[in-house]
């Protein structure tokens, strides 16, 4: 198991920045951000530390002779938009972006690439299953062709008003990953577990680490906070930021032993990627980078 970090919480380093700083801090590898060129309209999306529509041969070799010389490795791709979005123009341009992404793990030699699934949230947990049905089987027979895993995050994307009603990407439980999984047999779809997003809908974390440990190919190290006093004011049907907040590793409620206790037992090799949504350490660059530094110092007790 190596320990990592997700670049995104890196917006304003350039590549050969955030691998100088990842091993300054002794990680192993990264998750890197690939999102298009351009401003984004959310939170750690729109970050492009590899710009998959310029990645030529020399690009190639750049980035292969940064990993060298730091002697780290790049094991995912990153790019998370709504695939299954109502927007049809929107939808081409995210599946064929997604394409470009698992091409440019080809060519990297970067086994996975990690992303949503997506969600029309205006209809049912039914019709978005017949949406993936519709469109996720294209994309991970192209991931099989190029011998690329894509892993999806089980992440509600369910935080503030726009996201109303319940979250714009469907892989959010258990019930929900058996039928994807069973719709789509494939040894190169799998997950990158967080534990954060169950924790904070008060569902068991561990005990899916056991069931779909042949499914799990890197994990996402992120914390949360609940905070039952709020949770006993808004409700159940409130917006989900109302009541918990992510937390770096070791500042919420995650027994992150357990966690990686569980992912032991069940043998996994994969990478631990830290993952910064933190508030509290957003105030500056410096506080964004002691925030990595602190969650590798915290997490290096259990890797």
Request: glycine share 4%; charged share 30%.
């Amino acid at each position: 198991m190596k320990l990592g970090m997700n670049t995104a919480i890196m917006e304003k380093k350039s590549l050969e920045e955030v691998i100088a700083l990842a091993a300054s801090l002794g990680l192993e590898s990264l998750e890197t951000a690939c999102w298009p060129v351009g401003k984004a309209d959310r939170r750690y999306a729109g970050v492009t530390h590899i710009d998959v529509e310029c990645l030529d041969e020399e690009e190639i070799e750049r980035i292969n002779i940064m990993l060298r010389e730091k002697k780290i490795t790049i094991d995912s791709l990153s790019y998370s938009p709504n695939p299954l979005t109502e927007d049809e123009k929107l939808r081409e341009a995210y599946f064929s972006h997604i394409k470009k992404v698992i091409s440019a793990a080809e060519k990297l030699g970067v086994k996975c690439i990690d992303t949503f699934i997506g969600k029309n949230h205006k209809v049912s947990i039914e019709e978005n299953m017949e949406l993936f049905r519709t469109y996720w089987p294209e994309i991970i027979q192209y991931a099989e062709e190029k011998n690329v895993v894509v892993t999806f995050e089980n992440c509600p994307m369910y935080f503030t008003k726009d996201e109303w009603p319940g979250g714009k990407n469907l892989a959010v439980s258990p019930k929900i990953w058996r039928q994807m999984f069973e719709i789509i047999d494939s040894p190169n779809f799998g997950m990158t577990y967080d534990p954060s997003h169950l924790a904070w809908q008060r569902m068991d974390y561990i005990k899916p680490i056991y069931e779909f440990k042949d499914k799990i190919f890197n994990v996402h190290i992120k914390d949360t906070k609940f905070y039952q006093e709020k949770y006993d004011d808004v409700g159940y049907f409130a917006h989900p930021l109302e009541y918990h907040a992510p937390k770096i590793p070791g500042y919420g409620d995650i027994e992150w032993g357990k966690v990686i206790s569980a992912l032991s037992d069940v043998g996994f090799s994969g990478s631990a990627f830290i993952e910064i949504e933190d508030r509290a350490f957003e105030n500056s660059q410096e506080d964004m980078e002691r925030a990595v530094a602190v969650s590798t110092n915290y997490m290096r007790q259990f890797l």
